[in-house]
């Protein structure tokens, strides 16, 4: 990601020395440990707007055979809906390497072989998917941030969704103003915080 400043959890090659750590992410329906590292979003504890939105977020839709984890990190999404949706395949996409890997390494730990962790690009270009989870990589800027969620947008099945968690003094209301207004109807779930829960259902008619 060129003109990115270094030390970000969205560069691609952390330079950030190593320092692993274990974080629990402790829900109603699902319990787990994942090891974190320095590098990564959010390493010393699972994010706040994360748990909202792995607390409070929808439900997974019946049937849904292909989901993406936009930004995954460490896993703690990817995880969470791979034990929500057992029957489909959760992508889990991020463009830092370390994250990556510390992903697959928890995804196997844990026993959840249909997480399939990948670079951006490497996601297969006919893959259509039922639901887009993300705590999105607000810091990467207003456009670059813009051109990342209609890309996947793009992606999402007719009747499929998109959930944001996104910061109040990061922007969330401007944003959700933003998919509205470039056709993508959007509803807020709830607010905990300061953190707004977004979700975009793709094909609904403007109100």
Known sequence: MQGTPRGHYFDPRPAARHQRRTVSLILPDVSMELVTDRGLFSPDRIDPGTSFLLADGPPIPVQATDLLDLGCGYGPIAATLARRAPGATVWAVDVNERARQLCRENVERLGLPDVRVVEPEEVPADVRFDAVWSNPPIRIGKQALHDLLLGWLARIRA?????????????????HRW?????????????????????????????
């Not at 998109?162 to 944003?175: C, E, I």
């Not at 470039?182 to 109100?207: F, I």
């Open 159 to 175: 009747g499929g969704e998109l959930v944001l968690v996104v910061h109040k003094h990061l922007g969330a209301d401007s944003l």
């Open 179 to 207: 998919l509205a207004e470039h056709g993508h109807p959007t509803e807020r779930l709830g607010s905990r915080g300061g953190y707004r829960l977004l979700r975009t259902v793709v094909g609904r008619a403007q109100p």
